[in-house]
Nanobody, 123 residues
Framework: EVQLQASGGGLVQAGGSLRLSCAAS????????IGWFRQAPGKEREGVSC??????????VYADSVKGRFTISSDNAKSTVYLQMNSLKPEDTAVYYC??????????????WGQGTQVTVSS
C-alpha cells in the first residue's frame, strides 16, 4: 500500500521555524520526486518545493515566495523528505501536502498524495 505521511505542522510565531516531514512507503522511493504543496483557505493550491529522485539528479526547485527561507532535503535511507521552513510569515499559513511523481520534478503528473498537515503562523 502506497503511503505518504506528512507531519510536523503546528502553530508558530512569525519569524519562527518548523520542519515538515513526508514519510513514504509502498513504492520505490529512490525513483520518485517528492513535492510539497500548500493550500490556504479560499486560495488555490500552490506548489512550494520539489526534490527530484536520487535516480535522476536530486535537483530542487522552490516557489519564489519561499526561496531563501525554505529548504527541501531527502533522507533516502528513511524514505523521508523534509521541508525546513525558516523565517515564517503569516502568509505561509496553509495546509501543507506532499506528493510523489515519477523520476523528476516537472515531468508528468503526481501519482501519489499524502494527507495534509496544518501550518499556522501568527503575527
Amino acid at each position: 500500500e502506497v503511503q505518504l505521511q506528512a507531519s510536523g505542522g503546528g502553530l508558530v510565531q512569525a519569524g519562527g521555524s518548523l520542519r515538515l516531514s513526508c514519510a513514504a512507503s509502498g513504492f520505490t522511493f529512490d525513483d520518485y520526486a517528492i513535492g510539497w504543496f500548500r493550500q490556504a483557505p479560499g486560495k488555490e493550491r500552490e506548489g512550494v518545493s520539489c526534490i527530484s529522485s536520487s535516480s535522476s539528479d536530486g535537483s530542487t526547485v522552490y516557489a519564489d515566495s519561499v526561496k531563501g527561507r525554505f529548504t527541501i532535503s531527502s533522507d533516502n535511507a528513511k524514505s523521508t523528505v523534509y521541508l525546513q521552513m525558516n523565517s515564517l510569515k503569516p502568509e505561509d499559513t496553509a495546509v501543507y501536502y506532499c506528493g510523489a511523481l515519477y523520476y523528476h520534478c516537472g515531468l508528468g503528473s503526481y501519482d501519489y498524495w499524502g494527507q495534509g498537515t496544518q501550518v499556522t503562523v501568527s503575527s
